[in-house]
């Protein structure tokens, strides 16, 4: 399993200069967090008390606009809720125009900014779902 999220984190986030490594994945589910992989696709967030990060996603290029990412929202949603949680949150690049589109699609809402937040100085955007 970690060696797909490695493989499968490079093919989604080809830009990143930092790749997720399988060591980097058991990390952050020995830290406690939730990890769904597909043959093509993955989700990774927290849960803390009544609130869940998502702390990424990424559907391999080849795979794309077939709805997968939305039905990974899906089923974290639905363990989420299962589990107490009442809000989920997450932060986005703002030139990331997929993604803040299918957050939006999805009944995110932009809450917040972060200045010049990541690598590249763009900034973040806060997007959160009461569910
Ligand atoms: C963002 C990402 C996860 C979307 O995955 P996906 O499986 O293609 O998304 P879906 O098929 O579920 O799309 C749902 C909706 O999102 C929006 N959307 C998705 N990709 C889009 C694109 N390239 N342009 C515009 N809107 C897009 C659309 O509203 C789409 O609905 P529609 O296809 O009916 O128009 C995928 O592009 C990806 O892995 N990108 C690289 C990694 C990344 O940026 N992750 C998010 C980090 S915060």
């Known amino acids: 399993m970690y060696s797909k999220l490695e493989k499968l984190y490079a093919t989604c986030f080809p830009d990143k200069?930092?790749?997720w490594t399988e060591n980097d994945f058991r990390d952050l589910k020995k830290s406690g967090c939730e990890i769904i992989v597909g043959e093509n696709s993955f989700i990774v967030w927290r849960v803390s008390v009544d609130e869940a990060e998502i702390i990424s996603i990424g559907?391999?290029?080849t795979a794309r606009r077939t709805g997968t990412a939305t039905a990974l929202l899906q089923l974290m949603e639905r363990d989420?809720?299962?589990n107490g949680v009442k809000n989920i949150f997450l932060e986005v690049d703002d030139a990331n125009l997929p993604a803040i589109q299918l957050y939006q699609k999805f009944g995110f809402k932009n809450t917040g900014i972060r200045p010049h937040y990541y690598?590249?100085?763009?900034?973040a955007?806060?997007?959160t779902k009461e569910i």
């Open 125 to 127: 955007i806060i997007m």
């Open 17 to 19: 200069t930092h790749k």
């Open 80 to 82: 989420a809720k299962k």
């Open 59 to 61: 559907v391999a290029p």
């Open 119 to 123: 690598e590249n100085r763009h900034n």
